[in-house]
């Protein structure tokens, strides 16, 4: 995947999460972001990791953003890995 279509895709994240409210008060409070730093950091890689690794800490979240999006369910973890510093992460 090319950084300017993982760009979109974390966008993509960033403005479906923003229609969920539970799960947009729960990034909000996760990252510890406020909607200026929404408007600030929405296109800065590492704010873009950020969404996607929230977006993947649950699966369902996974599919239901991808269903919505018509993406393949491995679109949010190539996009984090296409990222400027978002390499694959290896959890062991």
Known sequence: MQQDRAQI?????????????DMFLAFLN????????LKLRATDPDFQIAVLDFL???DAWIVTFCDAHALP??????????LPGGTELHWT
């Open 30 to 37: 996760t990252t510890g972001a406020d909607m200026a730093d």
């Open 73 to 82: 369910y491995s679109e949010p973890a190539a996009a984090r890995a296409a």
């Open 56 to 58: 993947m800490t649950n």
């Open 9 to 21: 895709v974390a966008l993509q994240a960033l403005a479906w999460l923003a229609t969920e409210e």
